[in-house]
């Protein structure tokens, strides 16, 4: 079949390449080109139409071939299919089965682990209860005790204090009196110190002024004549010769 659409289009390349005749629509055509073009279809047909009428003959036959098989594997693919879903459901009830089954034992086994946590979780508060109770009556004990002791030492204490309270007190008066005493005292000195300061500043005086007079005695001795006597210096006597008298014998 293939040769004789490849001929047909030989043919129609010739027609649309050939020349045309003028004023009309014909054309000039290879006459031997488009013979042998047409005898190559002509050869060729009826081998393919032999074909062809042979595929229509066994139309019918290949049409029913087709359903039979198709109903085949039809047939075949509904019996996998349901064989497929038998199977699927028994593993599916199986899994199930299973599943349930581990479940009632992680139930009974939840179950079995909770009633022992729960036992040992009262014994353990009983204990821890009964151990809080003894604590507290130990340490209610203990603060009574020591309530009491310290009741006892603030007692003690308070005593003391107050004794202490007195002490203070006469110390307190002693310490004035001291101090009173250490003033009258240092006063006392004070004076005795000004007075032995003055008696000494007296006597200092005294030396001055006879150191005084001697000096100017012998001054006048020297030059022979009236001494100067200084500002605030007592005028020295003399004596027959013209000498400064010495009150003290010099």
């Known amino acids: 079949?293939?040769?004789?659409?490849?001929?047909?289009?030989?043919?129609?390349?010739?027609?649309?390449e050939a020349r045309g005749v003028p004023m009309t629509s014909g054309c000039v055509v290879p006459r031997g080109d488009v013979l042998e073009l047409l005898d190559e279809v002509r050869d060729a047909l009826p081998t393919e139409v032999d074909d062809a009428q042979d595929v229509l003959d066994r139309k019918d036959e290949i049409v029913g071939a087709a359903e039979h098989a198709a109903e085949s594997m039809l047939s075949k693919?509904?019996?996998d299919a349901e064989t497929m879903v038998a199977d699927a459901r028994a593993e599916a009830e199986r899994l199930v089965a299973e599943a349930?089954?581990?479940a009632d034992r992680l139930v009974a086994d939840a179950q079995d682990e909770a009633d022992r946590v729960a036992?040992?979780?009262r014994a353990e508060y009983e204990d821890l209860v009964g151990r809080s109770r003894d604590e507290a009556d130990r340490m209610t004990q203990a603060g009574r005790e020591s309530y009491e002791r310290a009741v006892e030492e603030g007692r003690f204490e308070q005593g003391r204090l107050v004794s202490q309270t007195e002490v203070v007190q006469a110390a307190r008066t002693e310490s004035a009196r001291i101090l009173d005493a250490t003033a009258e005292e240092a006063a006392r000195q004070r004076a005795e110190c000004d007075a032995y300061v003055d008696g000494?500043?007296?006597e200092f005086e005294d030396l001055l002024s006879h150191t005084l007079r001697t000096v100017g005695?012998?001054?006048v001795h020297l030059r022979g004549g009236m001494p100067a006597v200084p500002?605030?210096?007592?005028?020295p006597a003399f004596d027959g010769h013209?000498?400064?008298?010495d009150y003290d014998g010099a």
């Open 1 to 16: 079949m293939y040769k004789v659409f490849e001929a047909i289009d030989e043919l129609v390349t010739i027609l649309e």
């Open 77 to 79: 693919a509904r019996l």
């Open 100 to 102: 349930a089954a581990h």
């Open 119 to 121: 036992a040992a979780g």
């Open 200 to 202: 000494k500043l007296g």
């Open 217 to 219: 005695k012998g001054r």
């Open 231 to 235: 500002a605030g210096v007592a005028a």
């Open 242 to 245: 013209g000498a400064p008298f």
